[in-house]
């Protein structure tokens, strides 16, 4: 049975909440690291809107997804695991296995899914691998790369990860040593978040001091699962970084017209009717929901038979949220649309969603 405690009053684990700060700019970041920004999304889209990226582009992207997500994760988890920790794994002195009790309890926490049987072997060697299965990951290539990103965090170097589904929904995860090829390394740039002040203040439990709308949201501890109680869509949190980077690798990759293909792909997700108009309950409610979430402090939202007009200061996912609002704006009008939008350098996204495609 897994032990982890929670607020009485909203029912927060106490591990999530102490690990990251809700910021006054609609932003999240890691307490430990705050130069690491984090986003708590719904993340049953992250697979469908990869494979999509994939089919649009004519190859997949899942390699891009893994080594991003493990050199994301390593730089996260490094804060988490204590050196003293990591110094007696790799002299040989505690072994690896010793370590998964405490990190896998930290991943359900975040809402990665169960995790269950693992193995280790470590010297020091080619022979040294790390086997995992997971029970309905959040994401099979974002929980490889989670995987590998955890494993350099304490034994160092890079690591490699193939996977096999054993079992409706269990993921048996296998990693061993390699190194990132050069031309990926340099593709896949990590920045460090700067904040800026803002101007939205999240009412905060009174027991725990997270925010209070968390107590809309279910953590299944045992599952490693975290549902949102109004749209039963389930979450994670993970960094903001790995998706806005992950997509500035593929563009400088793949030619500028990636980011057209990634809000191409989150349009007809959404029009899948994952998400809907239900969703924008009023401009406010919107903002609190994008601020609980990290993506940014939604400044103005308006939507009308003429078009959609959204602006969000300090945006994270950006790509991913033009591609929402355009979906959001024909499934509900039932039209096809032309959708602009603009990042300025500070990070603030403007989307302005027209009907009729050009």
């Given at each position: 049975m897994?032990?982890?405690n929670v607020?009485?009053?909203?029912?927060v684990p106490?591990t999530?909440?102490a690990a990251?700060?809700?910021l006054?700019?609609g932003?999240?970041?890691q307490?430990a690291l705050?130069q690491?920004?984090m986003s708590?999304?719904e993340?049953?889209?992250?697979?469908?809107?990869?494979?999509?990226?994939?089919?649009i582009?004519?190859f997949?992207?899942e390699t891009?997804?893994?080594?991003?997500?493990?050199?994301g994760?390593?730089?996260?988890?490094?804060?988490v695991v204590?050196d003293?920790?990591?110094?007696?794994?790799?002299?040989?002195?505690?072994?690896?296995?010793?370590?998964?009790?405490?990190?896998?309890?930290?991943c359900?926490?975040?809402?990665?899914?169960?995790y269950?049987s693992?193995?280790?072997?470590?010297?020091?060697?080619?022979?040294?691998?790390f086997?995992?299965t997971i029970?309905?990951?959040?994401s099979?290539?974002?929980?490889?790369?989670a995987?590998?990103?955890?494993?350099a965090?304490v034994v160092?170097?890079?690591?490699?990860?193939?996977?096999?589904?054993i079992?409706?929904?269990?993921?048996?995860f296998?990693t061993?040593?390699?190194?990132f090829?050069t031309a990926?390394k340099?593709?896949?740039?990590?920045?460090?978040?700067?904040h800026r002040?803002g101007?939205i203040?999240?009412?905060?439990?009174?027991?725990?001091?997270?925010?209070?709308?968390?107590?809309a949201?279910?953590?299944?501890?045992?599952n490693g699962?975290?549902?949102?109680?109004?749209?039963?869509?389930?979450?994670?949190?993970?960094?903001?970084q790995l998706l806005?980077?992950l997509?500035?690798a593929?563009?400088?990759e793949?030619?500028d017209?990636?980011?057209e293909?990634?809000v191409e792909a989150?349009?007809?997700?959404?029009?899948?009717g994952?998400?809907?108009?239900n969703?924008?309950r009023s401009e406010?409610?919107?903002?609190?929901?994008?601020a609980l979430?990290?993506?940014?402090?939604l400044?103005e939202?308006?939507m009308?038979?003429?078009?959609?007009?959204?602006?969000i200061?300090?945006?994270?996912?950006?790509?991913?949220m033009?591609?929402f609002?355009?979906?959001?704006?024909?499934s509900a009008?039932?039209v096809?649309?032309?959708v602009?939008?603009e990042?300025?350098?500070?990070?603030?996204?403007?989307?302005?969603?027209?009907?009729g495609?050009s």
């Open positions: 897994l032990h982890v607020c009485e009053e909203c029912g106490e999530f909440n990251h700060s809700w006054n700019n932003d999240i970041v307490r705050p690491a920004r708590f999304i993340c049953e889209n992250l697979d469908p809107l990869f494979a999509n990226i994939g089919s582009i004519g997949p992207i891009l997804v893994i080594n991003i997500t493990a050199r994760t390593a730089r996260y988890m490094r804060e204590p003293e920790m990591k110094e007696l794994v790799q002299k040989g002195q505690v072994s690896v296995g010793i370590l998964v009790k405490p990190i896998t309890t930290f359900h926490v975040l809402g990665f899914g169960k269950e693992s193995c280790a072997i470590y010297a020091g060697n080619e022979d040294d691998f086997k995992q029970l309905n990951p959040f099979v290539p974002e929980a490889a790369g995987l590998s990103g955890a494993i965090s160092g170097g890079e690591h490699s990860v193939v996977y096999e589904e079992a409706p929904g269990l993921y048996e296998t061993s040593w390699t190194e090829p990926l340099k593709r896949l740039r990590l920045t460090s978040y700067e002040d101007d203040e999240l009412v905060q439990c009174a027991t725990c001091g997270a925010p209070k709308a968390f107590s949201f279910r953590w299944d501890l045992e699962t975290i549902v949102d109680g109004r749209t039963r869509r389930r979450m994670a949190i993970l960094g903001t806005d980077n997509f500035d593929l563009q400088d793949l030619g017209t990636i980011p293909v990634i989150q349009r007809r997700f959404t029009k899948t994952f998400y809907s108009i969703d924008v406010e409610d919107l903002r609190v929901q994008l979430r990290g993506i940014g402090n400044k939202f308006k009308g038979v003429k078009g959609l007009r959204m602006r200061d300090n945006a994270s996912c950006y790509l991913m033009v591609g609002a355009q979906g959001i704006f024909e009008l039932n096809d649309s032309f602009e939008w990042l300025s350098e500070d990070g603030d996204l403007e989307v302005e969603v027209t009907p495609r």
